[in-house]
Nanobody, 125 residues
Framework: VQLQASGGGLVQAGGSRRLSCIGS????????LAWFRQAPGKDREFAAA????????YYSDSVKGRFTISRDNAKNTVYLQMNSLQPEDTAVYYC???????????????????WGQGTQVTVSS
């Protein structure tokens, strides 16, 4: 599946932003979908994931309680609703997908075969 992320931009601290990632191709419902992010000068890190089938969601400690991942299989789209944004959330956000990825590997980036191009989110203080 090919992925295209959108929705990034400049937001003030405490604000909200929703990212979208649309996938092309068939059988979107069998993909585990995730958002990773990479801040300037840092490695890419896991932010959130939503599993195929059950729709179970997983979050890193740094975004838990502030970010919500969701999916609409009919629209081949995964979303990341980001609330209470802080300057440390500034990063390029990438969506990723992998077929039948199980929960044990869900936060590990190299298990994901498909990646979007990234969308920049900048949070000003």
């Amino acid at each position: 599946v090919q992925l295209q992320a959108s929705g990034g931009g400049l937001v003030q601290a405490g604000g909200s932003r929703r990212l979208s990632c649309i996938g092309s191709g068939r059988s979107f419902n069998i993909y585990t979908l995730a958002w990773f992010r990479q801040a300037p000068g840092k490695d890419r890190e896991f932010a959130a994931a939503i599993r195929y089938g059950t729709g179970a969601t997983y979050y890193s400690d740094s975004v838990k309680g502030r970010f919500t991942i969701s999916r609409d299989n009919a629209k081949n789209t995964v979303y990341l609703q980001m609330n209470s944004l802080q300057p440390e959330d500034t990063a390029v956000y990438y969506c990723a997908a992998d077929r039948y990825l199980n929960v044990d590997n869900i936060s590990t980036e190299w298990y994901y075969d498909c990646w979007g191009q990234g969308t920049q989110v900048t949070v000003s203080s």
